[in-house]
């Protein structure tokens, strides 16, 4: 049968599969280990893996995994496979988003050729609609974005149709609902979380680790504790400027070939900033991290 690994701990792979037409057997998880031959040939099965499995115990649920099917991408921070996209969530208000926080995100995800849809939530909180604002923002730096309230289920049927038929990772600060709208998200799904909690309440594994939740045919979100680090180790200062791209337009105006646009005598994203065509929030937080990436090099 072929299935995806949604978790992996202690030399175990919770294999989700089944349900394929023609055969009795429903869609549900198996523990699986897999064949030694994956270690000789150095391929390790990560999260999001695309597999074949045979089924050693039906009802236990009990299989081994036979073969990886070809990966469609692989990201390394954290390890896995199949991620086709990244929904970063941060909150209208309380607490007022950190843009520079989402920045640092959006460079991440950037890193890793991931697209992006941004999310802003607690709609329901947002008195002053500053939600589309924000919106507009990303949304002219060519990122997809949306508000929505977990609370009151404003734009979850939006969001949810932006998820179908993708595994998407999902990334955020404390306190802006993620937990939340990740349940939102997967109310009534194929399969609840707990199918995978009884499994690993066998051992004493407390650390956490990635792990995919089934929404729906080919569609999982990927729960996982890789984003929460914001330190950007292996960019350059003079590689940043190309994770803004509302600079491109205007850099043709700037005097200099590789203008840091942070002091030159003449530079057309400066100018552009001035007269409102890019966002000064935006512009102001590439100085940060600008001389961050700048101070940490010299101190190196």
């Not at 994956?38 to 045979?54: I, M, N, S, T, Y």
């Not at 236990?60 to 996209?85: F, H, K, T, W, Y």
């Not at 289920?153 to 709208?181: D, F, H, M, N, W």
């Not at 003449?266 to 991290?289: I, M, P, Q, W």
């Amino acid at each position: 049968m072929r299935g995806k690994i949604v978790k992996g701990i202690a030399g175990f792979y919770y294999v989700y599969g089944g349900g394929e037409e023609g055969r009795d057997l429903p869609a549900r998880l198996y523990e699986c280990k897999a064949k030694g031959i994956f270690r000789k040939d150095h391929k390790k099965p990560l999260v999001g893996d695309d597999v074949e499995f045979q089924v050693l115990d039906q009802e236990e649920g009990v299989g081994n995994i036979i073969e990886l099917l070809p990966r469609r991408s692989e990201l390394l921070r954290p390890a896995v496979a199949n991620v086709d996209q990244a929904l970063v969530i941060f909150s209208i208000v309380r607490p007022d988003p950190g843009f520079n926080l989402l920045d640092r995100f959006l460079i991440r995800m950037g890193q890793q050729d991931l697209p992006v849809v941004i999310c802003f939530n607690k709609k329901d909180l947002d008195e002053k609609g500053d939600g589309e604002r924000y919106c507009a923002i990303y949304r002219a730096c060519g990122y997809r974005t949306l508000t929505v309230s977990a609370r009151e289920g404003y734009g979850i049927e939006e969001l949810k149709g932006l998820l179908q038929g993708r595994t998407t990772t999902v990334a955020g600060p404390s306190g802006v609902g993620k937990s939340s709208l990740v349940n939102c998200l997967q109310s009534g799904t194929v399969m609840e979380t707990g199918q995978i909690s009884e499994k690993i309440a066998r051992g004493k594994h407390t650390t956490r680790h990635s792990e995919l939740i089934a929404m729906g045919e080919d569609t999982y979100i990927l729960d996982t504790p890789g984003f929460s680090s914001l330190e950007l180790p292996d960019l350059e200062k003079e590689e940043l400027a190309g994770f803004y791209p509302e600079f491109a337009a205007y850099e043709r105006y700037c005097r200099f070939g590789g203008c840091a646009h942070i002091a030159e005598p003449v530079c057309g994203v400066r100018d552009a900033v001035e007269e409102g065509e890019v966002n000064k929030v935006r512009y102001d937080n590439y100085r940060l991290l600008y001389r961050e990436l700048r101070d940490r090099k010299r101190y190196v």
